[in-house]
Every structure is written in C-alpha cells, then in structure tokens.
C-alpha cells in the first residue's frame, strides 16, 4: 500500500506536473488539477465506497466552474499545450487514487505514514534522476536553497501528513477539496503580497468556489 501511495501521489505527480506546467500557464494547470475531487468521488462511486449523490456531483463541479472564473486566461493551444493538459490530467487522477488508497491505511499515526511513503518515493525518484539529463548541474543561490527547504518542509512533508489526517478523520473527497482552496488562496496572497489587481472575476470565482464547497459539505452532513 506504501509503494502504491508514493507511486500515485508523489512520483507520476512530481513528474507530470513539473513536465506539464512548462507549457501552459499556472492558471490553466489549476483548473486540470481541480478535477482531482471529481476523480476521488467517481472513483469512490465505482468501487462502491460512496453513493452516487447529484448535488454532490454538481457542487463539485460548480466548484471547478469557480475556478474556471478565477483562474482563466485565453491561450492557443498546440499539440505540445494538448500534451502538458493530458499529463496534468493523469496528474490529477494519480493524486485522486492516492487518497482512495489512504483511507485503508491502518496506523493512527499520520506522520508515520507520510515518512514511509516519501522514503519509498524517494528511493524510486533516484533512479530515474540519475538518467535524467543535467541532473547534477547545480547553480542554485541560497535564495533558491531556501526555496526548495522550504518546498520540501512545508509543502510536501507537511502538506502530505495534513492530507493522511484529512482522510482519516474526514473522507478523501473532503481532503482533495483542498484543490479547490489552493488557487483561491493563491489568487488573493497574489493581491495582498504582490500588490495584483483585485478583479471581478476573482471576486466572482472566489465566491462561487467557496459556495461550492459549503454545498458539498452540506450534503456530506445531511
């Protein structure tokens, strides 16, 4: 089950998104990536884990519209863009099967789990970065250092134990709804931060989403 998890929610992600971001805006990668709760909960229906329930189904994908809203930019698109949004897609499925798989882990400890499932994709990542080309062309400043501790701690480590809690205590539909907040938050530290435009469609987007998830939960609880 370990080798599973690493393999669907660390190693195909980490390479796919990487390879499919390179092409296509941020904005166009998060939207693919929103598509992973869709996957979780038709995954669930098929394995008979979970009832097929339409406004569940709706709010998710009011939730994906949302994002659509915040996060659209029109781009042309060529057969190298169609390549980035399938690898995306797999992306999101892969992410969508890792937490289908966390509900039959068993120890209550989650950052057990998340230790044995980074080791085990680590342990699978260094083969294939050996092969990779400029693999160990390193010119990194301690700006970009800093980064990638921080990347690693915070975003992977952290984030991956968060998840494990998210799906034990909750359902792994519920955990993957964090998808929907990630460009949401993203989209508003742009604005405090950064100092971006507040739009309309941010506005917009932002609500719509967070309704989104107020009617998922409203029917999770009903």
Same mark, same amino acid.
């Given at each position: ?9 660390? +190693? ?55 994002? +659509? ?30 937490? +289908? ?89 742009? +604005? ?31």
């Amino acid at each position: 089950m370990y080798i599973l998890i690493a393999i669907f929610e660390v +190693v195909i992600p980490f390479i796919f998104i990487v390879q499919g971001q390179r092409y296509i805006s941020s904005g166009m990668a998060s939207i693919i990536i929103a598509l992973t709760p869709v996957f979780t909960l038709f995954i669930l229906i098929l394995i008979r884990q979970r009832k097929f329930n339409l406004v569940e189904i709706l709010a998710l994908i009011l939730g994906i519209f949302g994002i +659509v809203i915040l996060s659209w930019n029109p781009e042309k698109l060529g057969l190298v863009e169609y390549v980035s949004l399938g690898l995306l897609l797999i992306a999101s499925l892969s992410f969508a099967i890792s937490l +289908v798989l966390m509900q039959n882990l068993q120890d209550d400890v989650p950052i057990h789990h998340m230790r044995n499932v980074l080791s085990i994709a680590t342990i699978i990542l260094i083969p294939i970065t050996i092969f990779s080309s400029n693999t160990f062309t390193l010119h990194f400043d301690s700006l970009q250092w800093s980064s990638l501790i921080i990347l690693g701690l915070v975003h992977s480590a952290l984030a991956y134990v968060i998840y494990n809690i998210l799906v034990r205590q909750y359902d792994a539909v519920f955990a993957s709804l964090s998808n929907y907040i990630v460009p949401v938050v993203g989209v508003l530290l742009g +604005v405090l931060i950064l100092h971006e435009h507040l739009t309309l469609n941010i506005i917009i987007g932002s609500a719509v989403v967070l309704l989104s998830l107020i009617i998922s939960q409203q029917v999770k609880s009903g």
